[in-house]
């Protein structure tokens, strides 16, 4: 049946009425989606943000000293009886379970060495620089390793200088491998042993060669007193070889090298606190006793 011009725009206005709201409805869906979106994205940028803030803690992957000392010793080693100023530079890893660093000491009086040409005295200021690392397996156990780089005098006794050179008779590097151990909170047990016989770490033979000592050195370190900012330890360390008589820091056999007393404290300056050590230091085995003062700058 054929349709009416009436019905005919009736038909197309339904159709364009149809249309219109379709269309409307679409662009009113797209506005909706659109909104949508930017709202997801508004609260992810601000989720994200927040996550970030969150995350920013007082981690510092790196960490600096220094140290003011009227001398320096070590393992009961007077290794410079004048005042030093010490440094380190190291690096921490987040979870604090290694340090790589370096240590560097050097003093503002000299010593005297023999130079080995003329047989003369030869003044020599003390000079170091160690490297070591250090691994926690936990709070009460670590594995410690530490090249000890003392120059001090090598070229006016009349050696060439080698950083590197670890051989047994030049006398200044050596690489000592340790373990501490804490029994408690108080007390600290600790293992030192020298590796590959440097800085003359032997035994001269009958037929002129070198054994390597290995000298191994023991410290039990603990706490007794503690009050407010200050605290006591005592300590008591000693060495020995199983290959040879002779050790690292004894001329006969092995002995007690290192006993004393260390006491801590805060000395306040203003807002500033300034950790300082007196470390009384008495080696049976060299007849040495010593007061070291160790104050912590930064």
């Known amino acids: 049946m054929k349709r009416t011009t009436l019905e005919s725009q009736e038909n197309s206005q339904s159709v364009y009425h149809l249309l219109s709201k379709?269309?409307?409805?679409?662009?009113?869906?797209?506005?909706?989606?659109?909104?949508?979106?930017?709202m997801l994205l508004f609260f992810g940028l601000n989720l994200v943000s927040a996550q970030s803030e969150s995350m920013k803690d007082d981690y510092k992957a790196f960490n600096a000293s220094g140290h003011l000392k009227n001398m320096h010793t070590w393992h009961g080693f007077v290794v410079h009886p004048g005042a030093v100023f010490a440094t380190s530079l190291e690096y921490n890893t987040?979870?604090?379970?290694f340090t790589f660093g370096v240590w560097g000491g050097a003093s503002f009086t000299s010593t005297d060495v023999v130079n080995q040409d003329t047989g003369a005295n030869v003044s020599a200021n003390y000079k170091e620089f160690?490297?070591?690392t250090v691994?926690?397996?936990s709070d009460s156990f670590f594995l410690e390793a530490v090249s000890h780089n003392n120059y001090t005098g090598v070229e006016e006794r009349g050696d060439q200088l080698h950083y590197w050179s670890y051989?047994?008779?030049?006398?200044?590097?050596?690489?000592d491998v340790n373990l501490g151990y804490n029994i408690s909170p108080n007390t600290l047990l600790y293992l030192a042993t020298i590796v590959g016989g440097g800085s003359g770490d032997y035994e001269v033979q009958t037929d002129g060669s070198l054994k390597n000592s290995w000298t191994h050195y023991f410290e039990v370190k603990s706490k007794v007193w503690?009050?407010?900012?200050?605290?006591?330890?005592l300590f008591a360390g000693g060495a020995w070889s199983f290959t040879t008589d002779k050790t690292f820091y004894t001329e006969g056999a092995g002995n007690l090298i290192n006993v004393g007393a260390v006491f801590g404290k805060n000395i306040n300056l203003g807002n500033y606190k300034m950790p300082i050590e007196v470390t009384a230091m008495w080696n049976p085995e060299k007849e040495i006793t010593v007061l070291q003062l160790d104050i912590t700058l930064f």
Not at 167 to 175: A, E, I, L, M
Request: aromatic residues 14%; glycine residues 4%; proline residues 0%.
């Open 22 to 38: 379709t269309k409307a409805q679409k662009t009113a869906g797209q506005s909706i989606a659109t909104t949508f979106i930017c």
């Open 130 to 132: 160690s490297i070591y």
């Open 94 to 97: 987040r979870d604090s379970k």
């Open 226 to 233: 503690e009050k407010e900012d200050a605290k006591l330890s």
């Open 167 to 175: 051989d047994k008779t030049q006398g200044y590097n050596f690489v």
């Open 135 to 137: 691994y926690r397996f």
